[in-house]
C-alpha cells in the first residue's frame, strides 16, 4: 500500500537509491529496478501485496538511505578516510582532482592544485550523493559542502567528480 488515493491518483514512491527505470506492468502493477541492484515490484492489488513487516522493512530502509544523504558521513566512515596530515604524502593525480579527508574527525573536502602540488581545503562535507548535475555537467559524485565566507557566513556549495 503506497498511501496514496484512489486508482487514478498520483503517488510518490520514495526508494532507497537511485532508480534506473520503471515499467508499467500488463496488470496495472509497476517495476522499479535501483542502484541498489534491488527489482522491486508495486502494486494496488492486496492479494498481491508483500506482507506488512516486508513493507515495514522497505520504508525504514528509504528513511536510513534518505537520512544519510542529508546528514553527512558517519564517524565510522570518517575514521576510514585518509588522515588530512598525511595529505602532503598523498599527491594528486591531476588538477582538480576531489578527495576527501579526515581532519580532526571531521570530513573535509579538498581539490588538488597541480600548480601548488598540493591539497587546497574546499570545505566541510556534510551530506552524500551518488550523483548529479552541476551547471548542466555531470558528475559520478556530487558532495554538498559548507565554505566560511569572508566577513562571517556559510556558503552552502556542491563539489562534483
Not at 576527501?100 to 587546497?120: C, D, E, L, P
Not at 551547471?135 to 552552502?156: M, R, Y
Amino acid at each position: 500500500d503506497g498511501g496514496g488515493g484512489g486508482a487514478g491518483d498520483p503517488q510518490i514512491i520514495l526508494h532507497p537509491a537511485c532508480v534506473w527505470n520503471v515499467v508499467a506492468l500488463p496488470n496495472g502493477d509497476i517495476a522499479t529496478c535501483c542502484d541498489d541492484g534491488t527489482l522491486r515490484i508495486f502494486t494496488r492489488a492486496s492479494d498481491r501485496m508483500a506482507p506488512v513487516e516486508e513493507r515495514e522493512k522497505f520504508g525504514q530502509t528509504v528513511q536510513e538511505a534518505h537520512k544519510k544523504k542529508s546528514g553527512g558521513p558517519t564517524p565510522e566512515e570518517i575514521a576510514k578516510l585518509p588522515l588530512w596530515e598525511h595529505s602532503v604524502s598523498r599527491p594528486g593525480s591531476s588538477e582538480g582532482q576531489v578527495q576527501v579527508f579526515n581532519k580532526g574527525g571531521i570530513a573535509i573536502a579538498a581539490q588538488w592544485s597541480a600548480v601548488s602540488r598540493t591539497w587546497v581545503e574546499v570545505g566541510q562535507v556534510t551530506g552524500s550523493s551518488d550523483g548529479g548535475t552541476i551547471d548542466g555537467t555531470s558528475f559520478d559524485h556530487v558532495l554538498p559542502i559548507e565554505v566560511d565566507q569572508t566577513g562571517g557566513g556559510v556558503a552552502k556549495l556542491q563539489i562534483g567528480y
